[in-house]
């Protein structure tokens, strides 16, 4: 299956949006519910409470109306006082509240009223429970035994002056109430409680339309994160696959690919890893093919240089022994040729297992103390033998002090990396030339002024096998400079070459501070 990936960023991040929001909308409706709930208990406690308040002070006045239609009534005619005293007293008797209602017009009439004004069902009891008032709301008649279990907990708070709730009174009324009693006060005395029924069904409503409105958002905001983490998981996804198509062309063989990737993170760092990796592998591809083609010249050459000798020497041999040539001279200029040849087959030999030693970093060379100047003037002796036979000159310009040139090295190794440069100025010059070798502020070096090196050869001189196809290297083998180049990476000499065709060629060695011991 494809995008793999980009299924499961979208799997993954469609769970925890919805965990979230499971998560916050349960936090929500829970905040909102006790909200919801306190609202509706704070507008329920402020009706109780004014309701209370009313009843008081209609309750307060019809007192006061009482008092004095009494004293009026004693002032025209003392006689019947205690006629009156008694249907007072009897009136008073009923037990406070109940008694005093039978002659309070005014509050009479705001109680039939009561359950409008509160917009919910209104008892009002007195403090042994006994129901003094019944809202028009309640659908049936209401005992004493009928009343639960907290109904008189709830009133002896409210006798004590307190404000309090309940919800005890659901079964009693068939539906979930919320019930708050307050205090109905004559002066400072509570003389009934005044219980406010309200359903709670309208809090259950909100609630739902709450819910209902958390779950539509909630749902909007999850269709409109999942489009969203589809769009973000296909975005990063993209240069992924992009990688992998060019992995794969890499993989294949196809170096130039690139994954055309800009972007500056981590997936933008990959991304130019990878292009990276397409250069070096490149740059690689064609350094093996150059090593290919060196190797198959190598091949060539080497297979020319062992089948010329040993042509040479198996001729001369089948001639001598076949008794073909017989003068005494011819014989001795054939055994002087064979000499030859064997000669030149030694130092091929010779040459290949030089390069092979060096090259193996398990190969120790024998390092001891030695003088420079020394060495350069022995070699420089050698040299003039050799340049002799073209009327060359070599000249030498050593500003170094002899006492003050000594170095750890191996002798013959560091004799044999002079020779093949000098070796190789000389052959590459022009008869009756010059070949200038100068030593100053530890920097030795040899110039010619011979053919020169092209610049296309150039940076290939130091590798094995590796010919120049001029007329004056025809007798090489391509293992001179690979030579003289691992010998000065054994003594930590920087080996440099620059060179103009048709002007020359200077090689410079360059001695590292702590390899050119000074006195």
């Given amino acids: 299956m494809k995008n793999k990936i980009a299924l499961k960023l979208t799997l993954y991040f469609s769970m925890s949006l919805l965990l979230f929001s499971l998560i916050i909308g349960s936090v929500f409706m829970s905040l909102f519910k006790d909200q919801t709930v306190q609202l509706h208990q704070t507008e329920m406690e402020k009706r109780a409470t004014s309701i209370a308040g009313t009843l008081s002070t209609l309750l307060s006045d019809s007192n006061i109306s009482t008092e ?50 509160a917009m919910a069902d209104v008892w009002i009891v007195d403090e042994s429970l006994q129901l003094m008032t019944i809202g028009h709301m309640t659908n049936r008649q209401i005992n004493y035994a009928d009343l639960p279990a907290d109904a008189n907990q709830v009133v002896k708070e409210v006798f004590l002056g307190r404000t309090t709730f309940s919800e005890g009174f659901s079964s009693l009324l068939t539906t979930p109430t919320l019930t708050v009693g307050a205090p109905i006060k004559s002066g400072d005395k509570v003389v009934g409680a005044l219980l406010l029924h309200s359903p709670i069904e309208g809090t259950k409503v909100a609630l739902r339309q709450g819910a209902g409105i958390l779950a539509l958002s909630i749902g909007v905001a999850l269709l409109l994160s999942l489009l969203l983490s589809i769009l973000l998981a296909y975005t990063f996804t993209k240069p992924l696959n992009r990688m992998k198509k060019s992995t794969l062309q890499l993989a294949n063989g196809d170096y130039e690919a690139k994954t055309g990737v800009q972007q500056k993170d981590e997936i933008g760092e990959l991304a130019s890893a990878i292009d990276i990796l397409s250069e070096r592998l490149e740059l690689a591809s064609h350094e093996s093919e150059h090593l290919e083609q060196l190797r198959r010249d190598f091949i060539s050459n080497i297979s020319h240089e062992l089948r010329t000798p040993v042509t040479v020497i198996r001729g001369s ?30 130092r091929l030999v010779n040459d290949l297992l030089d390069l092979t030693r060096l090259q193996n970093p398990d190969f120790k060379i ?65 008869p009756q030339s010059e070949v200038l070798v100068t030593f100053t502020d530890q920097v030795l070096s040899i110039k ?10 150039l940076p290939y001189i130091f590798d094995r096998f590796y010919k120049s196809k001029n007329e004056q290297n025809i007798s090489g083998t391509g293992l001179g400079l690979a030579i003289a180049k691992q010998i000065a990476q054994r003594h930590n000499i920087q080996l440099t070459v620059d060179s103009e065709l048709g002007k020359g060629t200077e090689f410079k060695f360059i001695f590292s501070n702590p390899l050119l011991l000074k006195g």
């Fill in 68 to 117: 004095t239609r009494s004293n009026e009534t004693g002032r025209n005619g003392m006689g019947n006082m205690g006629g009156m005293g008694g249907g007072m007293m009897n009136g008073m008797g009923m037990g406070g509240m109940g008694g005093m209602i039978s002659g309070m017009g005014g509050y009479s009439s705001y109680l039939q009223f009561l359950d409008e004004i």
């Fill in 317 to 346: 041999l089948e001639a001598l022994c076949d008794e073909v040539v017989t003068d005494p001279d011819q014989v001795k200029a054939y055994h002087q040729q064979m000499l030859k040849e064997s000669i030149s087959l030694q």
């Fill in 366 to 430: 024998e390092m001891s103390e030695l003088n420079l100047c020394d060495l350069l003037s022995d070699v420089v002796r050698s040299a003039q033998n050799i340049a002799r036979s073209k009327d060359i000159v070599i000249k030498t310009e050593n500003e170094q002090d002899p006492f003050q040139c000594t170095l750890q090295g191996d002798y013959v190794r560091l004799r044999q990396m002079f020779l093949i440069i000098l070796d190789n100025a000389v052959k590459f010059s022009p």
């Fill in 448 to 457: 010619d002024i011979g053919v020169g090196i092209s610049s296309a050869d």
